[in-house]
């Protein structure tokens, strides 16, 4: 499981296609804010919600298996007891990282993943994750508790 800086920077730097498994059309969900983040950021971002047509201008599709392209992230917005399918469809199609959001911590998902070669995180939001890592917390107020002299090596668009 990934859940260090340079490893959590190197997976968000390198990853450009990102599958969100449960999010919502409604504005005030984690999700959406997340998702609608992602995106002002130069991220792909893929809904996957059998309620949907379309969010935040994307279409939308019923399963990850239905996804026409290559996707590096699947970011779990489910039950922690539903991630365990996901990540089977996950491992299907050939997903680099299973991320499962805040407060979802599926264990057994996580080394299915990890035993297939996907790298994994649990309980960490995308959208904080880039913040914190790629500047934009700290421009209000925030502690990021990542300080260094050192140039990192991969840097955000």
Same mark, same amino acid.
């Given at each position: ?22 999010? +919502? ?37 019923? +399963? ?83 300080? +260094? ?9």
């Amino acid at each position: 499981m990934v859940d260090d800086i340079p490893g959590l920077r190197r997976i968000l730097a390198t990853s450009k296609v990102i599958a969100v498994v449960g999010l +919502s059309a409604d504005w005030f969900r984690p999700s959406y804010f997340a998702a609608k983040y992602m995106i002002e950021h130069g991220y792909t971002v893929i809904p996957v919600n059998p309620r949907y047509d379309a969010i935040l201008g994307k279409q939308c599709y019923r +399963s990850l298996r239905d996804i026409p392209v290559k996707v590096d992230i699947v970011d779990v917005f489910r039950k922690t007891a539903d991630v365990g399918p996901i990540a089977d469809d996950a491992i299907a199609i050939g997903a680099k990282v299973l991320w499962q959001q805040l407060g979802v911590t599926n264990a057994d998902a996580a080394q299915k993943a990890a035993a297939a070669g996907l790298e994994t995180v649990m309980d960490r939001c995308v959208k904080i994750e880039h913040a914190r890592l790629f500047g934009g917390l700290n421009w209000a107020g925030v502690n990021t508790r990542v300080i +260094s002299a050192k140039r990192p090596k991969y840097i955000a668009n």
